[in-house]
């Protein structure tokens, strides 16, 4: 069983733009899975630690859940916020591809 639900904002307004709503699809706790997980939280924390939340989907536990955000593979993480919505598949070890298709950047000062 895989649930999660992180929010890892600093609890202030941040600005549009400069907060990362991120979810991510799985399939039980495969090994594709946890690699997912464990290299997103990774990503985030060294790209926009304190600006993102990470909700983590179980589709064997709720399968009706693929439909809203059209999921064709898992794992699957879609960047709902900011706009557009962005998805890479896969279990997320090529770091590159993560940030570009995720447009994680730094805080702008």
């Known amino acids: ?5 992180e ?11 400069e907060t990362w709503e991120l979810r991510l699809y ?9 690699a997912a997980l ?22 064997m536990q709720h399968p009706q859940l693929a439909e809203g955000d059209q999921i064709l593979a ?14 890479v598949i896969g279990d997320l070890s090529n770091e590159e591809r993560v940030i570009v298709g995720l447009d ?3 805080q702008h000062r």
């Open 104 to 106: 994680l950047r730094p």
């Open 26 to 34: 799985v399939a039980g706790q495969t090994t594709k899975s946890i």
């Open 38 to 59: 464990a290299n997103l939280r990774r990503y985030c924390e060294q790209y926009v630690a304190g600006r993102y939340q990470l909700e983590v989907i179980d589709l």
């Open 1 to 5: 069983m895989m649930e999660v639900r």
């Open 7 to 17: 929010e890892m904002t600093n609890g202030t307004e941040l600005p549009a733009g």
């Open 74 to 87: 898992i794992p699957t993480v879609v960047r709902k916020v900011p706009e557009p919505i962005r998805k």
